[in-house]
């Protein structure tokens, strides 16, 4: 997977398709990502003890790394990511800009 924790990116499919966000969780395994505010779930947690109430609490549930895209910090534009080399390091690059993403 192309994507790692901290990026930036668009959904592109699903109910929050168009928003921005930001990669807390990646899972290479099974392809899988966490976007910061994205595909909450709802959570019914049970009270623990006598006399306290149970709750319901929001969380961000898993996505699938194929319906978002990485967001260009130079163009600012959904893109796909591409490899560049420059000296003995290799790099992800912007298809759209050509501009390297990380160094």
Known sequence: ???KK??????L????????GKVQQ???REGKLVVEGMN???KHIKAKRAGEKGQIVHTAGRMDGSNVALVCPKCSKPT???SAVQGSKKYRSCKNC???IDL
Do not use: S
């Open 26 to 28: 990646v899972f290479p």
């Open 1 to 3: 997977m192309k994507i």
């Open 13 to 20: 499919k699903g109910k929050d398709r168009g928003k921005k």
């Open 98 to 100: 050509k501009a390297i």
């Open 6 to 11: 901290g990026d930036n990116v668009m959904v």
């Open 40 to 42: 909450m779930r709802k």
């Open 80 to 82: 796909r990511i591409g």
